[in-house]
């Protein structure tokens, strides 16, 4: 009987090892990434999602994984590679949710309404057009299948990312750099329309001004850039959010590349 116990465990050993692999690089992922990572989130249920994706991936990234793992040194190296290759994935898509953060700010800067609507209370503080942008696009990519779309991404990374492999600093380097140029470079484009608006809304208040110099333009612009600021919101929402996901949707079929 011992013989027999002695044999299996020959034979679960290695699968644990590498299923613990699977969960280094998969908790760094779901750490960061929308709607999983979330601060607000208890560390319970965060772990269950976790758990819940090694338990799917795990099947899909086995033949991908080494066979034959080393002993407790070498595997904790091991363990630290795979935690930063996830790390990097989750970034990738995390910097997406700053772009969002970054909309909201400059957004509401340029419309004065960050002062008027006060800061949302959330554990990253932010003008409350950022928070509705950021729920919004939550909602939106939990809704179009963001669970199925980070499994895939995950079974896919082994391909890019052998377990085990540690990726040239070189090239993580210009990696990062662009990821949050592009960030940034997708929170101005989608902050544009409150951007121009209120560019439009400055200029005219300026002329008035000149042509009646006595009128108390703040007093009569306030009100009407709020509530421009508002319906814009409104109208713009949609458009800014699909823009969005679509980013969100590409980066997540590879979060390694460069982006386009």
Partial sequence: MFDAMAAIMAQVNPMIGAAVLVFMRIGA???LLPGFGEQTIPMR??????LAFTLISWPLVAPNLPTDLPPFPALAVLMLIELAIGALMGIAVRLLVMALQIAGAIAA???AVSQMAGVAVTPEPMPAIGNALVLAGLALALAAGLPAQAVRAIAESYTVFPAGVLPVAGDVAQWGVARVADAFALGLTLAAPFVIAAFGYNLALGFLNRAMPALMVAFVGAPAITAGALLLLMLAAPLILNVWHDRL????????????
Avoid: D, K, M
Wanted: hydrophobic share 60%.
């Fill in 109 to 111: 800067q340029t419309t």
């Fill in 45 to 50: 249920l965060r772990l269950a999602a976790i």
């Fill in 29 to 31: 992922f779901v750490a």
């Fill in 249 to 260: 949707s590409a980066t997540l079929e590879a979060p390694w590349a460069l982006p386009q």
